[in-house]
């Protein structure tokens, strides 16, 4: 079974900073782009980063451009989302994903695999 697992969300005040990881079982993405997507209440989920398989290049939503890193180890099969300076507009769940190409990715319907999401509150 093909597994995305979250974890390293929380409450937060704004200004603090999280990291989440999101680590693969049951096949590997070592050689698939990888993304972080967030779902806010009542909202459409939005997309939040992107790596591509190698880890050399990335993409960012506007609003956490020059707050939030994505990273990978390819090792672990594992990737990760280091947040900082965070806002109490980042509040939502935030969800890994397993891309069907090689590179970055920006469109949810890129992605064939999900995890279950981690809620992020951040208190103002």
């Known amino acids: 079974q093909v597994q995305l697992v979250e974890s390293g969300g929380g409450l937060v005040q704004a200004g603090d900073s999280l990291r989440l990881s999101c680590a693969a079982s049951g096949r590997t993405f070592r050689n698939n782009g990888m993304g972080w997507f967030r779902q806010a209440s009542g909202k459409e989920r939005d997309f939040v980063a992107s790596?591509?398989?190698?880890?050399?290049?990335?993409e960012y939503a506007d609003s956490v451009k020059g707050r939030f890193t994505i990273s990978r180890d390819r090792t672990k099969d594992t990737v990760y989302l280091q947040m900082n300076s965070l806002k109490s507009e980042d509040t939502a769940v935030y969800y890994c994903?397993?891309?069907?190409?090689?590179?970055?990715?920006?469109?949810?319907?890129?992605?064939?695999?999900w995890g279950q999401g981690t809620q992020v509150t951040v208190s103002s």
């Open positions: 994903a397993g891309g069907r190409r090689l590179g970055t990715m920006t469109l949810s319907h890129e992605y064939d695999y």
């Open positions: 790596i591509n398989w190698s880890g050399g290049f990335t």
